[in-house]
């Protein structure tokens, strides 16, 4: 079973900086994009930023600049350094991973799945 636990998350004033991190556990064939989301009370969930294996980054306009994504594919982890935080930014912030997995159906055949898989997110206030 895969499972993904972000940390890194905490309190922090208005122009400082935080890195969050996120580990994959679990069983798995590959992990494809890796990114991050966040999700105000009230708001849709927005992307934040992703990252493909290679490590080729998309981020939101938002965030461009000042957020920067990486992975160590090795310890199968992605990170995102947020900096210039803004007291608007305060809100949960998850870790998402494209996973495929291999999986065996009640006939005792293989399929592979391609999955998206969450974590529980971490809390990051912005305030001073």
């Known amino acids: 079973q895969v499972r993904l636990v972000e940390s890194g998350g905490g309190l922090v004033q208005p122009g400082r900086s935080l890195r969050l991190s996120c580990v994959v556990s679990?069983?798995?064939?590959?992990?494809?994009?890796m990114g991050w989301y966040r999700q105000a009370p009230g708001k849709e969930r927005e992307l934040v930023a992703t990252?493909?294996?290679?490590?080729?980054?998309d981020y939101a306009d938002s965030v461009k600049g000042r957020f920067t994504i990486s992975r160590d594919n090795a310890r199968n982890m992605v990170f995102v350094k947020m900096s210039s935080l803004k007291p608007q930014e305060t809100t949960v912030y998850c870790c998402?991973?494209?996973?495929?997995?291999?999986?065996?159906?009640?006939?005792?055949?293989?399929?592979?799945?391609?999955?998206?898989?969450w974590g529980q997110g971490t809390q990051d206030t912005v305030s001073s």
């Open positions: 990252a493909i294996s290679d490590g080729n980054a």
């Open positions: 998402k991973a494209e996973i495929r997995t291999k999986h065996t159906d009640s006939s005792g055949r293989a399929y592979i799945n391609t999955d998206g898989y």
């Open positions: 679990g069983s798995w064939l590959t992990v494809n994009k």
